[in-house]
């Protein structure tokens, strides 16, 4: 937890995600005795995280595009909550440099890395870079996001098979595909890129070869 605001106490913690991550932090919550916030999207009303928090809120929206990745519907739930901290689990906005500073701009503590290390980490492709200016040993990759399946199909000609492709600001093994034929590279890359969105909000792949 790095923000100018770490200093400040807890006794409140928001859970920006859903499922088995947000039953996690949930009871981490309650054995430091902090008092816990679920937010939900309509399908997840009943699951176990919402009954588990002490309190929870509705995002309103079916998906995630309309719910967990709407940073004013997160910081309305924190503001309506009485939350003093949030913690995005993994996936979803734990990895968007521009939710943290939000966070912290609205006075409230972010329980991850500074925005600025998301920015730098966060984002795949720039996380490659500096590797390679520390000169840190790493598998051949795209050095930019890929624009379609035709520039896969010449890195795996240049690099050989298997190749991973991966969502550029994911995590936690979502939007990531091996490919170890040539043919089902396009549905492959089809495939993680609606789940990068879906997931993350954003559908930039890069490719690595796959060890």
Known sequence: MTTST???KISKVLVANRGEIAVRVIRAAADAGLA???????PDADAPFVRLADEAFALGGQTSAESYLVIDKILDAAAKSGADAIHPGYG??????EFAQAVIDAGLIWIG???QSIRDLGDKVTARH??????APSVPGTSEPVKDA???LAFADEHGLPIAIKAAFGGGGRGMKVARTREEIPELFDSATREAVAAFGRGECFVERYL
């Open 6 to 8: 770490s200093h400040k």
């Open 36 to 42: 816990s916030v679920a937010v939900y999207a309509e």
């Open 92 to 97: 979803f906005l734990s990895e968007n440099a």
């Open 113 to 115: 890395p500074s925005p």
């Open 130 to 135: 500096i590797a390679a200016r520390a000169k």
């Open 150 to 152: 035709d520039e896969i």
